[in-house]
Structure formats: structure tokens, C-alpha cells
T-cell receptor
Framework: NAGVTQTPKFQVLKTGQSMTLQCAQD?????MYWYRQDPGMGLRLIYY???????DKGEVPNGYNVSRLNKREFSLRLESAAPSQTSVYFC???????????????FGPGTRLTVT | KQEVTQIPAALSVPEGENLVLNCSFT??????LQWFRQDPGKGLTSLLL?????REQTSGRLNASLDKSSGRSTLYIAASQPGDSATYLC????????????FGKGTHLIIQP
């Protein structure tokens, strides 16, 4: 099992450019998440998808859009990149069974994005 | 709004010492708490998950405790090794509207050989 995979690993964009970050999981999890990690801020939730066909905003959704393409894949799109979106982006997945106490999240290796 | 605090922010100890990392959270209405390890430039590796009804979980040299009512968790590392050097992150799952984890800022741990 590869677990959670993310592409690309690194990306440099100019202000105003667009790009899509890809995430896939092979654990048959129903929930997927996008977080960003900034120095001094910790990880913050951008968007999540509790199940296939649904997406919801997290703490910092402005400037992003997401697509839950199927159960395996969850993409994050930056339509017009800004320097404030320079960050490390992590995708995660979780198996939402009957008990929320057991929800454990598994993370991908991250995408390091720089916007100049 | 749930807030998670980790103390200390950084810690440097000689190899072989036992050590404790602290995590506190402001809202005790959580479903679970996860401890992660993050190596420089890498992703997060889940170490332990403690459910709200549990008091502690153990994995090898790691032991995590949870006192939900007081909003505290500790991660105990026994017989520390240089390979334990990393940033340790604490995160709580509270469910509700924004259905993700709320993270602390981490403890940067260095084990001196």
C-alpha cells in the first residue's frame, strides 16, 4: 500500500498563475482533507470531503477550490495564486466508520508551493 | 473555537533520557487525540491515537496519556535515541462544523548523541 500520495512534491508559481494539487489514497477511506502548514501557525484545515460527492469548507478556504473526483482522489485548485498561498500543503484521509472516536487521519508527504 | 497548545516549543536532551511532551486543549468535548511525528521536509507519521474514553495508549517506547476533563495529554518517550529527533505534533478531533483535526504548533525535539 502506498497510503496517501501527493503530486507534485515541489512547485513554484508566479502570482496569478493557477495550478491543481493532486491527492490519492489507496486505503478505501471515505473522508479526505486538505491542510496547509505555515511556520508559526501549525496545520490548518482548508477543505474536507466527508464522503464521495461532498465537500465542505474548513478554517481557511479562501482562494481555493476542491474536487472529490472519486473515492480515491481529492484535488485542490488554486485559481489565481498569491504570495500568501506559499505554504506546504498536506492531504490526509480517514475511514469514517460508526464511531467518531476511532477516526484516525493518515497524511501524505506534502507539496511545497512557492508563489513569487 | 478549539485551541491546542504544546509545551515546550523546543527541547534538547542527551541520549538515554526519559522525556515528556505536553499538549493542552481548550474544549474538552473531543472524540480523540492523535500524536504525530514530523521529520524535516517530510509528512506526518501517526504515532498514537487515544479515544476520548481511553486514558492512555502505548506503542513501544512511547506512551500517551489523556485527561479529557482537564484538557491535557502527555507523550512520554522512554530511553530517548538520536533517531527520535523530530517535531512532535498533537492534534484533537472534535467533529462538528469544520470536520478536521485541530493541531498544536509542535515540539521540536533534539536528542544529543
Amino acid at each position: 500500500n502506498a497510503g496517501v500520495t501527493q503530486t507534485p512534491k515541489f512547485q513554484v508559481l508566479k502570482t496569478g498563475q493557477s495550478m491543481t494539487l493532486q491527492c490519492a489514497q489507496d486505503m478505501n477511506h471515505n473522508s479526505m482533507y486538505w491542510y496547509r502548514q505555515d511556520p508559526g501557525m501549525g496545520l490548518r484545515l482548508i477543505y474536507y470531503s466527508a464522503s464521495e460527492g461532498t465537500t465542505d469548507k474548513g478554517e481557511v478556504p479562501n482562494g481555493y477550490n476542491v474536487s472529490r473526483l472519486n473515492k480515491r482522489e481529492f484535488s485542490l485548485r488554486l485559481e489565481s495564486a498569491a504570495p500568501s498561498q506559499t505554504s506546504v500543503y498536506f492531504c490526509a484521509s480517514s475511514d469514517r466508520g460508526s464511531l467518531p472516536q476511532s477516526y484516525e487521519q493518515y497524511f501524505g508527504p506534502g507539496t511545497r508551493l512557492t508563489v513569487t | 473555537k478549539q485551541e491546542v497548545t504544546q509545551i515546550p516549543a523546543a527541547l534538547s536532551v542527551p541520549e538515554g533520557e526519559n522525556l515528556v511532551l505536553n499538549c493542552s486543549f481548550t474544549d474538552s468535548a473531543i472524540y480523540n487525540l492523535q500524536w504525530f511525528r514530523q521529520d524535516p521536509g517530510k509528512g506526518l507519521t501517526s504515532l498514537l491515537l487515544i479515544q476520548s474514553s481511553q486514558r492512555e495508549q502505548t506503542s513501544g517506547r512511547l506512551n500517551a496519556s489523556l485527561d479529557k476533563s482537564s484538557g491535557r495529554s502527555t507523550l512520554y518517550i522512554a530511553a530517548s535515541q538520536p533517531g527520535d529527533s523530530a517535531t512532535y505534533l498533537c492534534a484533537v478531533y472534535s467533529g462538528g462544523g469544520a470536520d478536521g483535526l485541530t493541531f498544536g504548533k509542535g515540539t521540536h525535539l533534539i536528542i544529543q548523541p
